[in-house]
Antibody
Framework: QLQLQESGPGLMRPSETLSLTCTVS??????????WGWIRQPPGKGLEWIGN???????YYNPSLKSRLTMSADTSKNQFSLKLTSVTAADTAVYYC??????????WGQGTLVTVSS | QSALTQPPSASGSPGQSVTISCTGT?????????VSWYQQHPGKAPKVMIY???KRPSGVPDRFSGSKSGNTASLTVSGLQTEDEAEYYC??????????FGTGTKVTVL
């Protein structure tokens, strides 16, 4: 089983760009076995799919976030990343990085809380 | 893409069964056999309990089962145990490489 660990800023100001990184251990990000993805959960609310990336670099994004979202992977560092521009309070959430095998999510990071506040 | 509809809460006594519904559309739940269910305890990351409507990952008790009819999927927990008290979310693949989650159901073991 893979271990995933998110890292990010914690606190941000509105209009800034959110950058999150997920470091993978116990396996390589250069694999055709699954996708790497991001899911978020606002405090006290439900889960929202953000997007995923394949080892080839192919990405799929939630249409509601697509205009602000970029995902990438650095196989040399065994990491994948998310950038979300022009954040607002609505982007406040726990962000999870995940492995997607088939059409479901198997491995989850512990999650990192990102708070957007002025 | 709208969230899938789940009842806010469900409950049962130890040993009883509880069934949670997850209603979508023909563009997601009804169109694909790619519904999965996740259990989330407070402060923890979700854990997959059912995938591809009926399949159970290794290590998940056979008390958990899934089904689907039309645009509605269901998760049944039989023989409820205290550790089953948690939030449950469904998820489905949707048209054009999208994924959508359910609104979540809080299961209480009385």
């Amino acid at each position: 089983q893979l271990q995933l660990q998110e890292s990010g800023p914690g606190l941000m100001r509105p209009s800034e760009t959110l950058s999150l990184t997920c470091t993978v251990s116990g396996g390589s990000t250069y694999t055709s076995s699954f996708y790497w993805g991001w899911i978020r959960q606002p405090p006290g609310k439900g889960l929202e799919w953000i997007g995923n990336i394949y080892y080839t670099g192919t990405t799929y994004y939630n249409p509601s976030l697509k205009s602000r979202l970029t995902m990438s992977a650095d196989t040399s560092k065994n990491q994948f990343s998310l950038k979300l521009t022009s954040v607002t309070a609505a982007d406040t959430a726990v962000y999870y990085c995940v492995t997607q095998r088939g059409y479901h999510y198997v491995d989850w990071g512990q999650g990192t809380l990102v708070t957007v506040s002025s | 893409q709208s969230a899938l509809t789940q009842p806010p809460s469900a409950s049962g006594s130890p040993g009883q069964s509880v069934t949670i519904s997850c209603t979508g559309t023909s563009s997601d739940v009804g169109g694909y056999d790619y519904v999965s269910w996740y259990q989330q305890h407070p402060g923890k990351a979700p854990k997959v309990m059912i995938y591809e409507v009926t399949k159970r990952p290794s290590g998940v008790p056979d008390r958990f089962s899934g089904s689907k009819s039309g645009n509605t999927a269901s998760l049944t927990v039989s023989g409820l145990q205290t550790e089953d008290e948690a939030e449950y979310y469904c998820s489905s693949y949707a048209d054009n490489n999208n994924y959508v989650f359910g609104t979540g159901t809080k299961v209480t073991v009385l």
